[in-house]
């Protein structure tokens, strides 16, 4: 059975800095094609936060989160991260990680961790 669980949110002040863990299981974790992060507030559309391929060469990245959080694997532990710098308010969203074993499959997700920016 594929699981995925995230950890590593919590209350932060503007301007500082989370790393988020997804710890998976259930799968070839050096096999899956696509691993990455979305979040999502109350009230607004879900959004594509970064993605990393299988192989942890090949990144992408919303463009407002851009130059401030890096996304990678660690095929060892079977883990992905999301490092997060100056974290704003308007980042507050449940985080939630997801892994896509082929192209042509489905995407397995997380129950999520909740982030909060606030003063």
């Known amino acids: 059975q594929v699981q995925l669980v995230e950890s590593g949110g919590g209350l932060v002040q503007p301007g500082e800095s989370l790393r988020l863990s997804c710890a998976t299981s259930?799968?070839?974790?050096?096999?899956?094609?696509?691993m990455g992060w979305y979040r999502q507030a109350p009230g607004k559309e879900r959004e594509l936060v970064a993605t990393?391929?299988?192989?942890?060469?090949?990144?992408r990245y919303a463009d407002s989160v851009k130059g401030r959080f890096t996304i990678f694997r660690d095929n060892a532990k079977n883990t992905m991260y999301l490092q997060m710098n100056s974290l704003k308010p308007e980042e507050t969203a449940m985080y939630y990680c997801?892994?896509?074993?082929?192209?042509?499959?489905?995407?397995?997700w997380g129950q999520g961790t909740q982030v909060t920016v606030s003063s």
């Open positions: 997801y892994v896509r074993l082929t192209f042509t499959s489905t995407r397995y």
């Open positions: 259930g799968f070839t974790f050096s096999s899956a094609v696509a």
């Open positions: 990393i391929t299988s192989a942890g060469v090949g990144t």
